[in-house]
């Protein structure tokens, strides 16, 4: 077996990994697991475990950053029918893979994490809807939920009490715009996926139109945690508006690639240096994506920026899904840039003309810049389409982030965008350009 | 004759019961009928349509959607290459030069002529740690090298006669089941 690549031993979320099996209900039981949903079940209120996550402070991991206690509590309280949870294993956004690493070491915390929001909304049935690629995560998933149903920890009874939970899986079958959670909903449905109009919000009209919350991997993996040690210990860590710790995956030009977890508030220096190893011998950072590819880019010389999620909104990025993509100086930017956005005009779902559009005009832009075609026209080209993508023309953000990586990458390394269209040269990878 | 064998047929009508409104149906069924046949044909998605009572034209909407369902032929291993930024900073351009000479086809989508494999380039896998990487046989290779590419295709053509052929991913944790070991077949003198 490949060797994990990442924390083990962490603080919160990968406190266990490492420990052989733990993905075995009895060796994750053994260690503390589903204290979480016993207490819940047999001795809590809804709106006790509400608050006790708001008092942890924690924020949806998924990219959006919602405090996940308010959330839930948009669910209708008295609403006559079922009410979902709904799990966004949908992870597809470009550097990220922490999702994956969490459901295959820690199933069951995934599972525990999803009962106990089940709970907390008033709900009896949470699906996890899982990227179609996924198959050793939903392998381990599916015989963990067995293992949980036939433990008694799920099902009728759970825990001797009278509040029915279960758990379900649902596939996806290949489309990033899932991970946008109207999309997920129109997905699990049964339909193309295809962002809806809000309102109505999923809160009051989600999975085949009954209030559902929509929650991340990580998000829920978070919450067995914070029951068993209380919201107030989470809140300890992290930085005073964003709380606690989260994961991050390192890829790209750097020596030890993988998935941290970290305390929020550490830089970004710390992250890709100290923990992902740096860059390779005589080569400098000179660009890296802060949490996914939707997030723009920061130079290389900003590394000691720090992942306090306020922090990066105030330099218009953000933390996103904890996706970081490393860059060295051996990289060209333009053909980083061209690859995402070919990304995101195969990923558009084409609902919205701005994006369906935009996104392939910027693709022939870079095509054409690439075969050394390129001119002031399309350097002016490039900007027209980024800002036509950006400022919300359309239902999700799948084609502001398309603009952002134009943006982002013109912004800081607008030499290299020149050298291409006023040169036809690249000064990086000399080997690329064939005159 | 239908395309779809009629254990299948009964399988897929069983399915709308499995979820909160039977629509949801709709992709583990061509899901099912895929598997059964490599690929989706027009047939195929009628009978999904006649079975689950859903009109054949919005099942096709469905099918055309998602990458992972296929509406051509593919070969009998399909290589899902990944060539996203993280994977194109650790060589995934390279991984698909080498694919394409090692199984013999120009471009995305041909099957080799023993119909043994196919390609395409798709987007994040979310293996970022491991790149470059592809997903095989429902397994993900990881930290892929030109040799091993040359391994994992000479290593399914040595198992052809093999239905299941056992090769298992260096992601895949759970113990190893028996089995039996691959037979090179060689030619028949005479």
């Known amino acids: 077996m490949a060797e994990q690549r990442g924390t083990v031993g962490g603080p919160v979320l990968t406190e266990w990994f490492g420990r052989a099996n733990l993905h075995k209900l009895e060796v994750y039981e053994k260690l503390g697991g589903y204290e979480g949903l016993r207490k819940v079940v047999t001795g809590m209120s809804a709106a006790q475990v509400i608050d006790e996550v708001k008092a942890s402070g924690l924020r949806g991991r998924g990219g959006a950053d919602f405090p996940t206690a308010t959330k839930w509590s948009f669910v209708p309280k008295d609403h006559p029918g079922p009410k979902y949870i709904v799990v966004n294993a949908d992870e597809s956004e470009p550097g990220s893979a922490k999702d994956r690493y969490l459901m295959e070491n820690s199933p069951h915390a995934l ?298 990458t013109m912004n800081h390394f607008r030499n290299e965008y020149e050298e291409h269209c006023l040169h036809h040269t690249c000064s990086v990878e000399g080997a690329l350009i064939h005159a | 004759m239908s395309a779809l064998s009629s254990h299948l047929l009964e399988e897929i009508k069983a399915l709308p019961a499995k979820y909160p409104q039977p629509r949801s149906a709709v992709m583990p069924a061509l899901d099912l009928a895929q598997e059964e046949l490599g690929h989706l044909t027009p047939e195929a998605m009628s009978e999904v349509a006649v079975a689950l009572q859903l009109d054949p034209g919005y099942v096709e909407g469905v099918a055309t959607f998602y990458t992972l369902f296929h509406l051509e032929p593919v070969g009998k291993h399909r290589f899902y290459v990944c060539t996203n930024l993280s994977c194109m900073l650790r060589g995934a351009e390279d991984v698909v030069d080498r694919l394409k000479a090692a199984i013999g086809v120009r471009e995305p989508g041909e099957v080799s002529k023993d119909g043994l494999f196919s390609y395409e380039e798709v987007e994040c896998l979310g293996a970022c740690e491991y790149a470059p990487v592809v997903r095989l046989d429902h397994r993900y290779e990881v930290d892929l090298t030109r040799g091993k590419i040359d391994s994992l295709v000479n290593d399914r053509r040595l198992v052809r006669s093999h239905v299941k052929t056992g090769v298992r991913s260096s992601l895949d944790t759970t113990p190893e089941p028996p089995r039996k070991k691959p037979v090179r077949r060689t030619k028949k003198s005479g």
């Open chain 1, 111 to 408: 599972i525990e994490g999803a009962a106990i929001a089940t709970f907390a909304i008033g709900g009896h049935q949470a699906w996890i809807y899982i990227r179609g690629e996924y198959d050793l995560p939903y392998e381990k998933l599916r015989d963990a939920i067995a293992e949980a149903h036939a433990k008694g920890h799920l099902g009728d009874h759970p825990f001797g009490t009278d509040y029915p939970l279960d758990i379900r899986l649902y596939r996806g079958h290949g489309a990033y715009i899932c991970g946008e959670e109207t999309a997920l909903l129109e997905s699990l449905e049964g339909k193309r996926a295809q962002p809806r109009s809000r309102p109505p919000f999923p809160a009051i009209k989600g999975a085949w139109g009954q209030p559902t919350a929509v929650n991340n991997v990580e998000t829920l993996s978070t919450v067995p945690w914070i029951i068993r040690h209380g919201g107030a210990e989470y809140a300890k860590r992290g930085t005073e508006k964003a709380k606690g710790t989260r994961m991050v995956t390192v890829s790209g030009d750097v020596q030890k690639p993988g998935n941290y977890e970290i305390e929020i508030g550490v830089t970004y220096r710390h992250i890709i240096e100290e923990l992902a190893g740096g860059p390779f011998p005589g080569r400098k950072v000179k660009v890296f994506w802060p949490g996914g590819s939707s997030a723009k880019v920061l130079p290389g010389s900003m590394l000691d920026t720090s992942t306090d999620l306020d922090g990066l909104k105030a330099l218009g990025t953000m933390g996103g899904s904890g996706g970081i993509i490393v860059m060295d100086d051996s990289h060209c930017v333009v053909k980083g840039a061209a690859r995402l956005l070919r990304f995101y005009a195969h990923e558009s779902c084409g609902k919205c003309t701005p994006c369906r559009v935009g996104s392939n005009w910027a693709v022939r832009t870079y095509e054409r810049i690439l075969a050394n075609e390129g001119s002031q026209i399309e350097l002016a080209l490039l900007d027209r389409v980024q800002q036509g993508l950006q400022g919300g023309r359309c239902l999700c953000g799948l084609g502001d982030a398309a603009g952002w990586v134009i943006q982002s």
